[in-house]
Nanobody
Framework: QVQLVESGGGLVQAGGSLRLSCAPS????????MGWFRQAPGKEREFVAA????????QYGDSVKGRFTITRGVGRNTVFLQMNSLKPEDTAVYYC???????????????WGQGTQVTVSS
C-alpha cells in the first residue's frame, strides 16, 4: 500500500493563500486518483477536492469551489491543493488520499497521509 506524505500546512490570515503538497514516500508504479479531505475538531472528515490520474475533471466540495484548485505535478505522482481566499472556517487538518477513482467519499480511498494542519486566523 502506498504511503503518502503531505506538506505545506501552516498559519495564515483570512484572505491569504497556502499550497499543500502530497506525494508518495517511495516509488510507486500504480496510477492513483487523489483526493483531499479535511477534518475540524468535533466534525466529520469532509471532502475537499479530487482528481483523476490523468488530471482531468477535478471535483470540489461546495464550500471550497472557486477558491481551491487541485492539480497534479509533472510526474503525476505529486498532487497539489492551492488554497486561495482562505477563511477561518477552512481551519482543519487536511489529509490526502489515494484510490482507484476520484470519489467524494472517504470510503473510496485505500491509502491516507498523516495530515497537515491549516489554521486561518480572522
Amino acid at each position: 500500500q502506498v504511503q503518502l506524505v503531505e506538506s505545506g500546512g501552516g498559519l495564515v490570515q483570512a484572505g491569504g493563500s497556502l499550497r499543500l503538497s502530497c506525494a508518495p514516500s517511495g516509488r510507486t508504479d500504480s496510477r492513483y486518483a487523489m483526493g483531499w479531505f479535511r477534518q475540524a475538531p468535533g466534525k466529520e472528515r469532509e471532502f475537499v477536492a479530487a482528481v483523476s490520474w490523468s488530471g482531468d475533471m477535478p471535483q470540489y466540495g461546495d464550500s471550497v469551489k472557486g477558491r481551491f484548485t487541485i492539480t497534479r505535478g509533472v510526474g503525476r505522482n505529486t498532487v497539489f491543493l492551492q488554497m486561495n481566499s482562505l477563511k477561518p472556517e477552512d481551519t482543519a487538518v487536511y489529509y490526502c488520499a489515494a484510490g482507484s477513482l476520484p470519489r467524494r467519499s472517504v470510503l473510496g480511498y485505500d491509502a491516507w497521509g498523516q495530515g497537515t494542519q491549516v489554521t486561518v486566523s480572522s
